[in-house]
T-cell receptor
Framework: DADVTQTPRNRITKTGKRIMLECSQT?????MYWYRQDPGLGLQLIYY???????NKGEISDGYSVSRQAQAKFSLSLESAIPNQTALYFC???????????FGPGTRLTVL | GEDVEQSLFLSVREGDSSVINCTYT??????LYWYKQEPGAGLQLLTY?????DMKQDQRLTVLLNKKDKHLSLRIADTQTGDSAIYFC??????????FGKGTKLSVIP
């Protein structure tokens, strides 16, 4: 079984809708991350969490919110989706030694 | 702020060596990473190098680090069609965040 899972894998929605992307991990890591990937732009950090009570904004947090429901779960919400939030979204986790990050398979989100 | 630069595309013939280059700006980087992303998949860590090393070899992969020039390279020997993917360079200063390059798309020509 995959260590980091994301649901859904694909989602098409309309402008103005609220969307939640979910991430679960079985690696026992405290640190979790949400990234966005756009073609030719690499990965941009949206939010990160060091533990259940510690949540921080990344480079591009506007228009997004997160919830760390448990050590193993970190969800990303788009309160009112807009077309320029169409992208591939990745969740990742890391331990605290070498900061190697383990990625989920990604969620492809399309906002019409 | 930190910046990681890499060329966007590289084409090589099957059996040749591939060299993917990366430059970074954060002199406090502790670890430097190479990730591979295959189509439709997430990123997988290929290898990483600690900043006090200048070379690391792992089977067909060789990582070279020139800390003075802040230059990192990934050499793939005997490149195969299965190596076709996007390769991301990333640097981390031992803190919470990795800074990723934009990725180099490697195309292997049979």
């Amino acid at each position: 079984d995959a260590d980091v899972t994301q649901t859904p894998r694909n989602r098409i929605t309309k402008t103005g809708k609220r969307i939640m992307l979910e991430c679960s991990q079985t690696k026992g890591h405290d640190r979790m991350y949400w990234y966005r990937q756009d073609p030719g732009l690499g990965l941009q950090l949206i939010y990160y969490s060091f533990d259940v009570k510690d949540i921080n904004k990344g480079e591009i947090s506007d228009g997004y919110s997160v919830s760390r429901q448990a050590q193993a779960k970190f969800s990303l919400s788009l309160e009112s989706a807009i077309p320029n939030q169409t992208a591939l979204y990745f969740c990742a986790t890391s331990g605290t030694v070498d900061n190697e990050q383990f990625f989920g398979p990604g969620t492809r989100l399309t906002v019409l | 702020g930190e910046d990681v630069e890499q060329s966007l595309f590289l084409s090589v013939r099957e059996g040749d060596s591939s060299v993917i280059n990366c430059t970074y700006t954060d002199s406090s980087s502790t670890y430097l990473y190479w990730y591979k992303q295959e189509p439709g998949a997430g990123l997988q860590l290929l290898t990483y190098i600690f900043s006090n090393m200048d070379m690391k070899q792992d089977q067909r992969l060789t990582v070279l680090l020139n800390k003075k020039d802040k230059h990192l390279s990934l050499r793939i020997a005997d490149t195969q069609t299965g190596d076709s993917a996007i390769y991301f360079c990333a640097e981390g200063a031992g803190s919470y965040q990795l800074t990723f390059g934009k990725g180099t798309k490697l195309s292997v020509i049979p």
